[in-house]
Structure formats: C-alpha cells, structure tokens
C-alpha cells in the first residue's frame, strides 16, 4: 500500500429537496459554472491528492462523466459510481472503489469552497491523529432543546464548532469502522466521524476550515456562493 496515497470520495448523490428546483443542487450552475465543479477542480489541482472518485445519483452518471469531467478535463477522477439510499451508503459505496489508499478526504460536493490552504491543514491532522474533521469555531450562541420544546442547556460557545467537509480518515481505520457499524442501526448516523467514534473509539481531531466553506443548501445559499466568487474574482485582478 501506498501509505501516503490520498484519494478524494465527493459525494454528489443528493436529491437537494430544500432548494426547490428540478435540477439537483450540485448540477445548478454558479457564475457559469455547477456546483460540483468548483471543489472537483480544488481536489484536480491539489498536490496532495492523488486520485478522486465521484459517488453520484444512477440516472446522472453519464451525464457527470462527459458534462463535468470530461468536459472540463477532471483527470484525477478515475471512477464514477453509483450511491446508495442514504449517505453513509454512498460513503460505503466510495470506500470499495478505492484502491490502494492510505488516507481518505470526503467532501460534500455541495460545499464548493474548499482551498489547498484546507486540504493542507487536514492532511496534517490525520497524519498526527488518523482522523480529522474539518470545521470552525460557532459564531453563535447553541441552544440544546430538550422534547419538551425548551431550551435543556446551552453549552459553551467556545466549545462549539460547526462541522463541515472533508472529514479526513487513516482509509483502513474508516473502512473498518463503516464494516463494523452496518451490521447496526445505522439511522441516527450524520457524519463520518460518528462512525469513527461510535465503533473504533478514536478522538477526533477538529481542524480549522473556513467560514466561507458553506454547504449549497437553499436558494438563500446560491446568493452567498455569487457573493463569494465575485470577491474572488475582484481580488484575483488586483
């Protein structure tokens, strides 16, 4: 095994029922570009991966094959495969394609704004720990509610951190875990280190991403995602 071979698993499965469009929110175009370019092409220039493999809908792999890799010459993206009913499956499902792997990045692909500056700081973390998630310190105030409907405890702010994507595994400690936990119940699962913590016992390493690393969820987002990229565009010319 190559240890230090690091394979991207994007999901882009989703259905993005919240966005309320007939086009999947990954496919929507951004500045003349869909969603699921922008952090393909971060994952295509990266020096620190090595190859990606796309989990996408059955009915729209063709489609992805020659509208977004091939046409915008996505040569690290070596296979492209059909997802399962529910995330973890589709991760599942991105886990046997790899090959060789020694370290695992999974990325939404409806989060477009990853950088090289966080893949950087990522592959850093899971080398010292061998699993990190990427994610930041909240803005706000988190309130617990309890069933009842009333707030049952507020925790402090500077413990909390929202998660984003792509959470970082050693590959044989996250293929392993995801082996153990579907033989489970598996419906409470949310993210890949649950996984990791529920049936290894691993500490999480929390890595700094960037508030900008926003997941394309509403319309409201779509807003934000213009914003950012024009920005980009203006500071890019100076």
């Not at 913590?197 to 213009?226: C, F, H, M, W």
Request: charge should be neutral; hydrophobic fraction near 35%; charged fraction near 25%.
């Amino acid at each position: 095994m190559e240890a230090e071979k690091c394979t991207a698993i994007v999901l882009a499965a989703g259905q993005g029922k919240r966005m309320n469009t007939k086009i999947q929110k990954q496919f929507l175009e951004v500045q003349g570009h869909p969603i699921l370019y922008y952090s393909l092409r971060c994952f295509q220039e990266s020096s620190l991966i090595h190859d990606i493999i796309l989990v996408t809908g059955e009915s729209v792999l063709s489609y992805c094959k020659s509208e977004i890799v091939e046409k915008y010459g996505f040569s690290k993206v070596t296979r492209i495969i059909p997802g399962g009913k529910e995330r973890y499956d589709s991760v599942y499902a991105g886990l046997l394609a790899c090959e060789d792997c020694g370290y695992v990045f999974i990325h939404d692909g409806a989060r477009p704004f990853i950088t090289e500056e966080i893949l950087k700081r990522g592959l850093e973390g899971v080398r010292a720990t061998g699993a990190c998630v990427i994610g930041m310190p909240s803005k706000d105030t988190v309130k617990l509610a309890g069933t009842d409907g009333f707030v049952k405890e507020t925790p402090e702010r500077s413990s909390v951190w929202t998660i984003q994507t792509p959470q970082i595994f050693s590959y044989s400690l996250i293929r392993e875990a995801h082996e153990r936990i579907r033989r489970k119940d598996m419906t409470s699962i949310t993210d890949d280190a649950m996984v990791v913590e529920q049936e290894t016992g691993a500490r999480i390493r929390l890595v700094e991403g960037s508030y900008q690393n926003i997941k394309i969820t509403t319309p409201e987002d779509l807003s934000v995602a213009e914003s950012f990229l024009t920005q980009e565009k203006i500071i890019g010319k100076n």
